[in-house]
């Protein structure tokens, strides 16, 4: 009788244990399902830093593996001849400046008062002149002097009353001032002198370095001594932001990422820390891939490449360094523009 009990409860405790065994296992598929892992290496952008000038650098202010902010200077050229050309300028844009002052205010009251007296004399000499000559013509008639004396008489007063007329014409044009013919001139030369003078001071300006980004000094390349030139770097500079991971997705994965995807972040450096990290850019074309991850499985494969951002706010993720991605799949749409917000909130 007992037997004949027992045998059935087996069964149901058989079944029970098949239906939990297939649950978890469901289960533990939807799971794995649900998460996506990628591997790849944490890559950031270097700058080559140049002076941009041509002379011998005088300061170099930072080593390698300095931590530098935006606008902090790192290096100075010799600058005095530099600093000497820009006086030189800014003593031609100065004499340029009251040539031009000097033309726009016109003549002086002092200048005016001289050419209408010189007018005047001029009249008085030409009248004199004239009378002169009419007296003589008289005593010609009247044959008491030689007709040339009267001849002389009549040069004369025409020379007076050209110097009459010509100092006439003079005190019009004192009277009118420079012309503007004049004037645009010393505008466009003092504009010139100013051109040449901003000029002078951008190469002074230029003959400091500052970094242009948040980030590591690299390499120091130059030193104090060397000769600088634009096509010469003097720092190589790795910006900490932006820092990502690169990574490649096949074909068939890469439906399930998008681009604003949170993601986690993961080293052997650090074992158990897990950094915040976003789906930043997904390649638009297949490429084959690459022989840093292809294995004999997977070397002929097409892949995508994807870059997520990360959350480094220590400065603990360095350049080339192995890194796990791990996405969940089951997040809600990602809005793209709010990506970077995963940092601010961690």
């Known amino acids: 009788m007992k037997r004949k009990i027992f045998i059935p409860v087996l069964a149901i405790a058989l079944a029970g244990a098949g239906g939990a065994g297939y649950w978890r296992s469901q289960h533990d598929q939807t799971a794995a399902t649900a998460l996506l892992s990628l591997y790849g290496n944490v890559d950031v952008r270097q700058v080559q830093l140049a002076f941009n000038g041509s002379e011998r650098i005088d300061k170099m202010q930072v080593q390698e593996g300095s931590l530098v902010s935006k606008g902090e200077l790192l290096g100075m050229l010799d600058s005095q001849r530099l600093s000497q050309n820009v006086d030189l300028r800014q003593a031609q844009v100065n004499v340029a400046q009251q040539a031009l002052t000097r033309l726009e205010t016109g003549n002086r009251p002092e200048e005016i008062r001289k050419a209408q007296a010189d007018a005047t004399a001029a009249k008085i000499d030409a009248d004199n002149a004239a009378r002169t000559y009419q007296r003589l013509t008289e005593l010609v008639k009247q044959h008491f002097i030689a007709s040339q004396q009267a001849d002389n008489a009549k040069s004369a007063a025409d020379a007076a009353q050209a110097r009459s007329n010509a100092t006439h014409e003079l005190l019009k044009l004192t009277l009118l001032g420079p012309r503007k013919e004049d004037i645009a001139a010393a505008k466009a030369t003092l504009q010139a002198n100013s051109a040449s003078l901003a000029i002078a001071r951008k190469d002074l300006a230029d003959a400091s370095l500052y970094a242009p980004a948040d980030g590591i000094i690299q390499d120091r390349i130059l030193e104090p001594g060397d000769m600088a ?61 690459p022989k840093s991850v292809e294995t004999t499985e997977v070397r002929s494969n097409l892949v995508y490449q994807v870059r997520i951002f990360a959350c480094n706010a220590q400065n603990e993720l360095r350049l080339g360094m192995p890194a796990t991605i791990t996405i969940h799949l089951d997040q809600p749409s990602p809005n793209t523009a709010d990506g970077k917000s995963a940092c601010s909130k961690s």
Not at 240 to 255: I, K
Not at 262 to 282: M, Q
């Open 229 to 289: 030139s634009p096509q010469r770097p003097v720092y190589t500079l790795a910006l900490t932001d932006p820092v990502w991971v690169r990574a490649y997705v096949s074909g068939p994965e890469l439906g399930k990422i998008k681009p604003g995807m949170r993601a986690e972040i993961s080293t052997d450096s650090f074992p158990g820390k897990r950094y915040d990290g976003w789906v930043g850019y997904i390649s638009p074309s297949a490429e084959f891939t």
